[in-house]
């Protein structure tokens, strides 16, 4: 059997608690590569007592025996990257930026920030740092490339013909652009930093796979927010799924093996869009309290509700999850009832699956008796037996196992299940 590498993807609207998982896992990899997003994502991890906030730069960072690759589906801010790697100082012959990935400048953030504002109430509720326009100019072609970082001055060149072509759109948007001398400093600065990472991280992770090395595929965001199969147009910009691990690295569907799913044991978003599950009483204060639901880029607080089986299920068959990660137990701790979206209702009938458009559905419940306390709980069975039975019944609903459930931030409680 070929040596494939592992995938962590998202289930939900992001925020599942992967880096919990990510970072426990690349303890034992020997590659994590970031395939698709930007600084948009963020997890924070603690270390004795130092505090480390990576974006962009992936967790085997934290394991000095690992490398870590920033692959081709990416959108790299190097502002904003240079800044991260200055957390570490032995990053050298350890960190690989893709050649292929696209540059995310800093106008990007600005036309993002505008078209936000212009939307007005219509507003995707963004992050603001600019991957939807970065990923909108790969894709219209006039994007550029982390490669071109290489040749300062023929980047610079190449940049004020492209903001000459779209000079009439960036004043309507108030966009302020760098006098040439400017951006030619800006870039220069970019490649003596970045220069000795940048490489063809494809054949890097080729070589990898050969040598039997064992790599790891960190997703971002969640399955919920991608660009296809999310709630468009209330999704981020990029494929978030795990076929977009393939694409956002260069290598083949066949080269990913094991797929872990994390979901936490509730639901939570942050920005607008459809979310039916979403509890605005009392319950949906109570999960944002007890799980700390404060986005890790924006500190903007997070729509919290149930865990919603319909969407984990269309989640679980498009990324070919093998097993969960159930984040968050213990924030279920104390209920009385935990509910669970088993199915929607869209136009008086109800349905099994996600709709076109999840703005027309309304939630079924079905309510789960609760249980006192799973906080720190580490081996299945000393869960309560109604956690179990919660367990036990979003298995049959997913169609996935739940292979490792986590009962508090602390590495330690986490169950792995044979
Ligand atoms: P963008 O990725 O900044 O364009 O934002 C698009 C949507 O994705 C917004 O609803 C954001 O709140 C959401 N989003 C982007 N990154 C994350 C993340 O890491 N966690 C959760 N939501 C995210």
């Known amino acids: ?12 609207w992001g925020d599942e608690g992967k ?27 603690v270390i004795g007592d130092q505090t480390y906030a990576l974006h962009l730069i992936p967790s085997g960072v934290l394991n000095p025996e690992a490398k870590n690759v920033v692959g081709n589906g990416v959108v790299l801010s190097p502002v904003d990257f240079i800044k991260e ?13 893709s050649d292929k990935a696209h540059l ?12 936000e504002r212009m939307k007005g109430d219509k507003a995707i509720g963004t992050t603001g740092k600019g991957i939807g326009p970065a990923y909108g100019d790969k894709v219209a072609r006039v994007g550029h490339r982390v490669g071109e970082l290489l040749d300062p001055a023929k980047l610079t060149a190449k940049l004020m013909a492209y903001f000459e072509m779209y000079q009439g759109i960036f004043d309507v948007m108030g966009v302020e652009l760098p006098s040439e001398a400017e951006l030619l400093a800006e870039l220069a600065g970019y490649k003596n930093v970045l220069e000795p990472y940048i490489t063809d991280t494809t054949l890097l992770v080729w070589d990898a796979l050969d040598q039997g090395k064992k790599i790891l595929l960190e997703g971002a965001q969640g399955t919920m927010l991608d660009i296809d199969h999310g709630t468009y147009p209330y999704v981020t910009s990029s494929t978030t799924v795990s076929a977009g691990a393939a694409s956002g690295l260069g290598i083949a569907p066949r080269d990913i093996g094991r797929v872990t799913g994390i979901a936490k044991a509730y639901c939570t978003r942050v920005g607008n869009g459809p979310f039916p599950s979403e509890d ?8 944002r309290d007890n799980g700390h639901e404060y986005g890790t880029t924006t500190g903007r607080p997070r729509r919290c509700g149930w865990f919603d089986a319909v969407a984990a299920r269309h989640a679980v068959r498009i990324n070919g999850v093998d097993q969960i990660a159930l984040m968050k137990l213990d924030v279920l701790d104390g209920f009385d009832e935990v509910k669970v979206c088993v199915a929607y209702e869209v136009d008086g009938k109800r349905i099994d699956y996600v709709p076109y458009d999840l703005e027309e559905a309304t939630p079924v419940y079905e309510s ?17 037996e109604t956690a179990r039975s919660y367990i036990t019944a979003l298995e049959a609903m997913v169609g996935a196992k739940m292979g490792i459930i986590s009962t508090s931030p602390e590495r330690e409680d986490t169950i792995v299940r044979k």
């Open 368 to 384: 789960f008796p609760g249980w006192d306390k799973t906080e720190g709980v580490q081996t299945f069975d000393d869960l309560p």
């Open 280 to 287: 605005h009483g009392e319950a949906g204060q109570r999960l």
């Open 19 to 45: 880096g919990k998982i990510v970072d426990h896992m690349a303890q034992t990899h020997d590659y994590v590569c970031r395939f698709a997003g930007g600084h948009n994502a963020g997890h924070t991890i």
């Open 85 to 97: 790697m200055e957390q570490f100082d032995d990053l050298e012959g350890r960190l690989f930026i």
């Open 104 to 115: 995310l400048l800093p106008h990007h953030a600005l036309i993002d920030q505008a078209r």
């Open 1 to 12: 059997m070929a040596n494939q590498a592992d995938l962590i993807v998202g289930l939900q």
